[in-house]
């Protein structure tokens, strides 16, 4: 039911797609040593790829993301896909010069190789016999996408939060095939406070009864602990000016308090709702998972304890960008980023956009981030077409 | 086991001692309309009342604290009090000065009457049949209890955090009773955040199976839940800075990822040692209902939607203190109750401590806040002997 206004501005009906890969016996070796295969990656794609395949941008979604990050997949649906403000003709991701593709992750429960996925070799659901994954088992796979779709080098990697880690890891493990990083909102590493916030998640979940150790396919989810975790995940996503601002200590009905234990207060009702919305598409194993490949990614450790070795032999520009009132990548872990990329002579551009509206504003409409993302890569696509 | 050094600074052993009031038909009228008693309120004393009753000092706890605020119950205790740094001969409450009562509240489960206590009504645990109180509740309750002590006036009530609310409250509901005022790490009401993480640990315990809609007494106690939401709060109290500093990213076992969801890191073990401690001494319905009497209080809507109403009628001097790093009562709420207190021409002392402790500075060893109250102290009690 879009109009035709807003579709002229939208990459319009898109549908997702999948490639399968490692099949066995070539499966994937995951960083822990275990081996994963075969391996369904969902992707979508939006834009054309130019003759000489210089016009591709791989973009990277965050803990609850999906491949779907612009347009609609039916006429009927309600909202468009999670970066849609940024994807689309004209838009900072311009979908009329640049062909951008949109991939899962392993470990999602969103159309790629999961927990919930099928094992192969039981026949069942994998549950908790999935392998840990981390960040860089995540990219790996995504190498084998861009392989496929026959592009050598990425004129650009982008993400915001977990899918800026990605994007850091992608110039990382394979610097002869990103010309660009944007990494917005996101860090080297978790903090101990983030660490301590998705430990409570998953013991939410995991002290479900329904969790039942991983094995609920076939019986009721852990609904409650997954909601829960959520909730969660929901208060270090906003700023707290931007909770007073939106809603104070409001009470949902009336002006005098119940005196009872129900939702009485606005906030509490926008996070049951966020909750609940959740567990209607989100698999708690795959929490679990997600959660624990953030916890595992760290740059500094993975290079011997000196963050700026990790990008001795990147070959990559980047454009990083924080948020003021973010708290859960708070900005000077950006700055950590730009310092060790700096200390290694790396073109970098940083901004920290002043913004109320906490971690997720990256998922927001904001002139500054579209104007920055927009003029990075109209500077990276030119220079990549002067060489 | 305690040293005679140790015991030379402290008050040594101390008895809680219990006054039961509000006995049928004189039942307490609620702010919510319902009625309480009989109450029975936990106390302690420390110090000696002096003949003209003018040094007596009244101490209000924070969430999951006591009556038990200083010294040891026996020589065998591993801890003394909650608030032993700062109370005994020669401390900030100097105890061979003041006279210092330490009271618990209703709705506890440390001696007090809460949900956990016997309905004389039904000769059961009242559980959810308890009644919501409200931090004006407490401090009735309260006075009740210093009535019985026989002490008119008190030279200060004092409290950090919740028990910071219970000190504002107990100015402006006695004002003829209260010297001065000592509120800590505090604020007028409770933030929206506040309210989002008190909601969350609620619903950790109320999706308890073993909850039981809160008639668990004669049974498995919600421990997972309860715990849960300790692990909540916990990081709610420390500041992101120390637990950097305490915990950062360091693995609890030997350099390398076991690729689990065990205990990895440090911080998550801390949070586990944390939830796990306190359901061996907290019931899990006084979680709901102290969590709930502290979203309620709200002294801005109490007087009619300016917080500068809410001091018209007060008598007492204020020493209000925060916490740099404190992110859950943060200084600008401090702000705000000296502004609305100075808009009154009332006698304000305001200090902002640098601390990178987070909220739960107060409960920690700190000079600076040491010398303000043993200064403000001092003033308040020479100021009433010169009278």
Redesign the interface.
């Known amino acids: 039911m879009k109009s035709e206004i807003t579709l002229d501005k939208s990459v319009g009906i898109v549908q997702t797609q999948y490639y399968t890969f490692a099949v066995p016996p070539d499966e994937m070796l995951l960083v ?1 040593g ?1 081996k994963l295969g075969p391996i369904t990656l969902a992707y979508e794609t939006y834009g054309t790829l130019n003759q000489n395949k210089s016009n591709a941008i791989l973009i990277l979604h965050a803990l609850s993301g999906s491949a779907h990050a612009a347009g609609y997949h039916t006429e009927a649906d309600a909202y468009p896909g999670w970066w849609d403000h940024y994807i689309g003709p004209g838009k900072a991701f311009d979908t009329s010069k640049y062909f951008v593709i949109c991939s899962n992750i392993i470990g999602g429960c969103s159309g790629s190789t999961g927990p919930s996925s099928v094992n192969p070799h039981t026949g069942e659901e994998y549950a ?1 016999d999935f ?2 994954v981390t960040i860089q088992d995540m990219v790996n796979a995504q190498r084998h996408l861009i392989d496929y779709l026959g592009i050598e080098k990425l004129l650009a990697v982008a993400g915001g939060s977990m899918g800026g880690m990605q994007a850091l890891q992608w110039s990382i493990s394979y610097p002869d095939r990103v010309q660009s990083v944007i990494a917005i909102a996101t860090a080297a ?5 983030g ?3 998705h ?2 998640g ?3 979940i ?4 329904n969790w039942n150790n991983g094995n609920y396919y076939h019986a009721t989810s852990p609904s ?2 997954l909601s ?1 975790a959520r ?2 995940g929901h ?1 270090t996503y ?1 700023s ?1 000016k931007l ?2 601002e ?4 409001r009470l949902q009905q009336a002006d005098i ?1 119940k ?3 129900d939702l ?2 606005e ?2 009702s926008y ?1 049951h709702h966020k909750g609940n919305d959740f567990v209607q598409r989100f698999d708690a194993n795959s929490y ?1 998972y997600i959660t ?1 490949a953030i ?2 990614f ?1 740059l500094k ?1 993975d290079s011997g304890g000196d963050l700026a070795n990790a990008f001795v032999h990147v070959n990559s520009d980047y454009l990083i960008i924080s948020f003021s009132s973010d ?1 859960l990548y ?1 900005t000077p872990q950006s700055r950590e980023i730009v310092r060790a990329l700096r200390m290694n002579s790396k073109n970098v551009v940083f901004t920290e956009i002043q913004s109320d509206r906490g971690h997720d504003t990256f998922l927001l409409p904001n002139e500054q981030l579209e104007h920055n993302i927009a003029n990075f890569l109209k500077r990276e696509f030119e220079k990549v077409h002067k060489k």
Chains 1, 2 share one sequence.
């Open positions: 822990s275990e908790l392998p840990i590493s978790l903090s101990a406070q660490i301590a916030f430990e409570v998953r013991q939410a995991m002290r479900d009864p409650n602990g829960l909730m969660i208060i906003l707290e909770m007073h939106k809603f104070g200590r308090f005196f009872r234990f009485e207060f906030v509490e996070l679990l624990r916890d595992y760290d450790n708290w708070p």
